[in-house]
């Protein structure tokens, strides 16, 4: 019943900028933790930046000062704002949000994004 649907992946040149939003809709009653992730061909998902409910981020060594990850819980949104991007940033990113689906129901489940293809390249 939840979707979570990204947008504003592409092609950009080195040193260029990109924002990847990530927005969810259905039946959401409560959003904790969104993240984003990220794989690039042949190689292992990982995780790229996290941002809770209480506005607490944290990134991966190589995102740090050059990613920023944000949240609109009115818009059931999150963002990551893609800065001095390199080659090797190159990757399919895939948003993650925490969601309570229920009124009565105190659990929270994972959904993810379909993904977006970001390309960093001369």
């Known amino acids: 019943q939840v979707q979570l649907v990204e947008s504003g992946g592409g092609l950009v040149q080195p040193g260029g900028s990109l924002r990847l939003s990530c927005a969810a809709s259905g039946s959401i009653f409560g959003i904790n933790t969104m993240g984003w992730y990220r794989q690039a061909p042949g190689k292992q998902r990982e995780l790229v930046a996290t941002i809770t409910s209480g506005d607490s981020t944290k990134y991966v060594d190589s995102a740090k000062g050059r990613f920023t990850i944000s949240r609109d819980d009115a818009k059931n949104t999150v963002y990551l704002q893609m800065n001095s991007l390199k080659p090797e940033d190159t990757a399919v990113y895939y948003c993650?949000?925490?969601?309570?689906?229920?009124?009565?129901?105190?659990?929270?489940?994972?959904?993810w994004g379909q993904g977006t293809q970001v390309t960093v390249s001369s």
């Open positions: 993650q949000m925490s969601i309570r689906t229920l009124p009565f129901r105190l659990e929270y489940d994972y959904y």
